[in-house]
């Protein structure tokens, strides 16, 4: 894979050209800044910015007033090549508060084809109503300590607008759900994002991880998708290297509340 290449495909697919990502969402672009308008109750931030040292700053200034104006928290992700050099610096002192760094990791479908086997008693099932969400999202709160009732949220609005490209999927211990995990179909693009993926403590390390990533290539792959895209954390960062993701920039929120 040719890394620089996937990197100016992925900021020219997914960033500049990022697609709405819910119903009532709209993307725009001002000037050299694209930004996301989520519902009322979704996501809004920037996506993709080509700015310099000397229009930085009121390209800054004009997405808080606009998002201000709005009354809406927003997230400026900036990504580790994105210009100018000293972007976080300023962005900081614009008053955004910056969030743990991510790595941005991309492997080929073609490569995650071969999974390992699940461990005797478990199964992997698709979610596609409202029962299966509340087994993926009890999952979910097991892995992550953390309520899901925004996963629950998204799920809903997704399975009753755009179920085609969604992938949701739970893993059962008998009837106890163990992990979940999703994927999203980027129409018009080579991508798909893998986002999700928990097992709950005394599951893990025994393939479950590495089984729902063979899994979701082998749609993807069957969909025509070539790329698989992870936004990883530091615990997953090795695992996926090992699987042959590779890190191709880091990504950083940082979030501005009014």
């Excluded at 709005?70 to 990504?79: A, N, T, V």
């Amino acid at each position: 894979m040719d890394n620089a290449a996937v990197l100016a495909l992925y900021d020219r697919d997914m960033r500049e050209g990022a697609l709405p990502e819910s119903p009532g969402a709209r993307v725009e672009r001002v000037g050299r800044v694209v930004r996301h308008v989520g519902s009322e109750d979704g996501w809004s931030g920037v996506v993709w910015s080509d700015l310099s040292a000397a229009d930085a700053d009121a390209a800054i200034a004009g997405q808080i007033a606009y998002f201000g104006g709005l009354g809406r928290d927003f997230e400026w992700k900036l990504y580790g090549h994105d210009r100018p050099a000293d972007l976080g610096d300023r962005l900081a002192g614009a008053g955004l508060v910056p969030e743990p760094q991510e790595t941005l990791m991309i492997g080929e479908t073609g490569e995650q084809l071969v999974g390992v086997d699940l461990p005797d008693g478990l199964r992997i099932v698709p979610v596609t109503d409202m029962a299966g969400v509340g087994l993926m999202a009890e999952a979910n709160e097991k892995a992550f300590g953390k309520d899901s009732a925004w996963l629950v949220d998204l799920m809903r609005d997704r399975l009753a607008t755009d179920p085609d490209n969604l992938v949701a999927l739970v893993v059962l211990a008998g009837e106890e759900p163990v992990s979940s995990a999703r994927m999203e179909l980027i129409p018009g693009t080579p991508f798909a994002g893998l986002w999700g993926g928990g097992t709950c403590e005394p599951w893990r390390g025994r393939g479950i991880y590495r089984a729902l990533v063979a899994h979701r290539a082998r749609i993807a792959a069957a969909r025509g998708y070539r790329y698989l895209q992870v936004d990883a954390s530091d615990q997953s960062r090795p695992i996926l290297q090992r699987l042959g993701f590779a890190p191709l920039t880091t990504t950083t929120p940082y979030v501005y509340v009014p």
